[in-house]
């Protein structure tokens, strides 16, 4: 035992002195190209272009350009960088960038759908294949992923993240990075991650896009901060700051944010860039008044990378003047040089020619994708039984603007994929899976914003034939996003009016709700018997869909994001404060007067065709000492008649501290599958760790009784106590 100890400890060593040696060695060689380097190259590698810019191949001749993005395939990247390493005077390659988001050819679910799945293993998957991919077309760094918290459905990227939680949002942030970076940037299969937007930036005022946002630091610390430092901790090799203004000061131009935090206090030593044009922007800002000025605000404030707007070149005579310090713009480029050094960009500028025919949108990256998009259906209602469905009905109705329409499943930044990728679509998936008896009824009914009288008529008339109406309706794959921003969340159009119409003929109806963020659908919620959450599931959506909605598959999606009933509940999360006034009959609490305070689905919610019990919660002691942990168990039992995965969920509160907190915590989950029948304890460990809050400009953990539940979601569950002895620390 003592000799494989020591073989082991031996092997850390050599590891250690190994990625040592390398580090050393790629210092060395960028301190060696500073050396040579003019002014206009070192500002140079801080520019980033799209392929926009008519003199674009000129400036990559001179040196003026070290990155491009959004510009994609193999002959095209290839053709610029050979320009950049054969023709410009030092041969330094180009990074190119993409808003890899959800995938590359092969599209998975959105990202808020991706975190349905409450299964960061499902994500990590996603990246390793958009990886892949990407990588093929020659890129080498993807704009993602977004984990920004956001709290607002009005706000159009919510789509983008992984919905209101941090802890959750952290999980899902670590295995982003895991799944696009893998173990070593220089491999074959690696893109660089870039965690964005730093930060707050889904807080923005009124749910509109890149309006600005005020917080307390508490709130910023214990909120939206922690995804961003799970990606630091998982290495992420750069960060993106967010377009908003922080408590009054932009991100872009935040020293206490970037050097503070980022660099200082969590040790931050990718780089980091601009969003797009976000350093000009710092003029309607109203915190510079020229390019140049915002220039100098930007880089001085630690923002490595200029997007777009060139204005980092605009510097060079004041470094030549000795008026703006060449050590800061030294501090960038070391920073872009070393992220280039790790890709192995100096040692295999290309890629190969044919690698897009050889890994473009494989067999096995489509079972992914399939597997994801079913994992990520969250059941909401189903009344009766209604799912799922018999694939020996008679007939069936399918209604919608959707049943026909591929390109709609890949919803927004669906980067290189296409429409014809798509396996097949709604329609064609339903008339697979049933029986070939079975009848399979098409009626549109309206269109995603208008529509006219006869087609709702003639849907009706067609769910009048139906045995069973499965309606397919929601936003459109380009309602959701960046600059998507909506002051309604009702299904656009005629859409609501069409449900209500064919509610009204007596007929059983599974609503199918398409959408890339929640949607306030109050009266389906009350008279639609069966109600799925179908997301934009990309490429596999169409099977996806009909394995839940038939049953080859048993939902097990949850909620990452709660859904309001209205517009005016907004902001609603589940880890909100206390208030002095919690709501009762009495008419002077905290409540509204036409309509109740809870949401349509909590987060955390959703069903399954089995039924899960959960029974016998145990605390292993009353006590924590202030150095030690508990477990924390509960029974769950399958009840029903298939097999099923269920999330349990495991949440906190601290009833009595020295501040308000909230009224529950996420701190823990476990996918668990269980046969029918089958029964298992589901252990969680609890540490003092899990139990601090920010105050007074540092992390505390009190002493006192706290609050512990093992459940379904977040507002039921088997309510336990312990206590935590010792001084507050």
């Not at 990886?131 to 992923?145: L, V």
Request: with cysteine; aromatic share 8%; glycine share 10%.
């Amino acid at each position: 035992m003592k000799t494989a100890k020591w073989f082991f400890c031996a092997s850390l060593l050599t590891v250690a002195s190994h990625l040592g040696a390398q580090t050393a060695t790629i210092e060395a060689k960028v301190d060696a190209l500073l050396e040579k380097m003019t002014v206009e190259e070192k500002l140079g590698q801080l520019t980033q272009f799209t392929a926009a810019p008519t003199d674009l191949k000129e400036q990559i001749a001179q040196g003026r350009v070290g990155s491009v993005f959004n510009f994609g395939g193999s002959v095209n990247t290839n053709e610029l960088q050979r320009i950049a390493v054969e023709k410009s005077r030092l041969g330094i390659p180009l990074l190119f960038g993409h808003d890899v988001i959800h995938g590359y050819r092969t599209i998975f679910p959105n990202p808020l759908a991706i975190a349905a799945t409450w299964d960061p293993g499902s994500a990590e998957r996603s990246a390793r294949i958009a990886a892949i991919e990407a990588r093929a077309a020659g890129i080498r760094w993807t704009f993602a992923p977004m984990i920004d918290i956001a709290r607002d459905p009005r706000w159009g990227r919510i789509a983008e993240g992984a919905g209101e939680d941090p802890f959750l949002g952290s999980a899902f942030a670590r295995a982003y990075v895991r799944g696009f970076q893998g173990s070593d940037l220089s491999a074959g299969d690696s893109l660089m991650a870039c965690a964005k937007h730093y930060v707050a930036y889904g807080a923005s005022e009124a749910g509109r896009d890149y309006n600005t946002t005020d917080l307390s630091e508490r709130t910023l610390r214990e909120i939206y901060l922690p995804p961003f430092k799970a990606a630091v901790e998982a290495n992420v090799g750069s960060m993106m700051t967010g377009f908003n203004a922080l408590n009054g000061i932009p991100a872009t131009a935040n020293p206490w944010l970037v050097e503070g935090i980022l660099r200082k206090e969590w040790g931050f030593d990718g780089f980091i860039v601009s969003d797009y044009q976000a350093v000009e922007q710092l003029i309607p800002h109203g915190v510079a008044a020229t390019k140049e000025e915002a220039a100098r605000k930007a880089l001085s404030s630690g923002i490595d990378m200029n997007m777009v707007d060139g204005a980092y070149a605009l510097l060079a005579d004041d470094v030549r003047a000795g008026r703006f310090p060449v050590a800061v713009v030294d501090r960038a480029v070391r920073r872009v040089l070393r992220a280039k050094f790790q890709l192995g960009l100096f040692d295999v500028p290309y890629v190969e020619a044919d690698g897009e025919d050889r890994l473009f949108l494989l067999p096995e990256h489509r079972a992914a994708a399939r597997e994801v998009a079913e994992k990520s259906v969250v059941l909401l209602r189903n009344e009766g039984g209604l799912l799922p469905l018999s694939k020996e009905i008679a007939t069936i109705a399918l209604i919608g603007p959707f049943i026909e329409d591929g390109g709609e499943m890949l919803g927004s930044w669906h980067a290189a994929g296409r429409p014809e990728d798509v396996t097949t679509t709604i329609a064609r998936a339903i008339r697979d899976e049933v029986s070939p008896e079975t009848t399979v009824l098409l009626a549109q009914g309206t269109g995603l914003l208008e529509g006219p009288d006869s087609e709702i008529e003639r849907a009706v008339a067609t769910a009048r034939l139906a045995d069973v109406v499965v309606a397919f309706l929601g936003e459109g794959g380009k309602m959701s996003g960046e600059a998507r921003s909506r002051v309604s969340l009702a299904m656009q159009g005629r859409q609501e009016e069409l449900l209500k119409a064919v509610v009204a003929t007596g007929k059983p109806v599974v609503l199918v709700v398409k959408s890339g963020r929640p949607l306030a659908i109050e009266w389906a919620a009350e008279n639609v018997p069966a109600i799925v959450y179908g997301w934009f599931l990309g490429t596999e959506a169409g099977p996806a869909l009909a394995n839940v909605l038939f049953g080859d598959v048993n939902p097990s999606g949850k909620l990452p994001v709660t859904i309001p009933r209205s517009v005016g509940q907004i902001p609603i999360y589940y880890n909100h404060l206390r208030t002095g006034r919690p709501a009762t009959e009495n008419q002077y609490t905290s409540k509204y007067i036409d309509s109740p305070n809870e949401p349509l689905w909590p987060f955390g919610y959703g069903l399954s065709y089995t039924q899960f019990a959960y029974s016998d919660l145990a605390v292993s002691s009353p006590t924590i000492e202030p150095d030690g942990s508990i477990t924390v168990s509960a029974l769950l039992a399958n009840r029903g008649d298939v097999q099923g995965e269920e999330v349990v969920q495991l949440y906190l509160a601290d009833p009595v501290a020295s501040v308000s907190r909230p009224v529950r915590e996420l701190k823990g989950f476990k996918r668990v599958a269980l046969a029918a029948g089958e029964s298992r304890r589901v252990e969680f460990t609890i540490t003092p760790d899990m139990l601090r809050f920010w105050n007074e400009g540092s992390w505390v953990v009190e002493p006192g009784q706290f609050l512990v539940w093992v459940g379904p979601d977040s507002q039921k569950g088997l309510e336990g106590t312990f206590e935590l002895r010792g001084p507050a620390r």
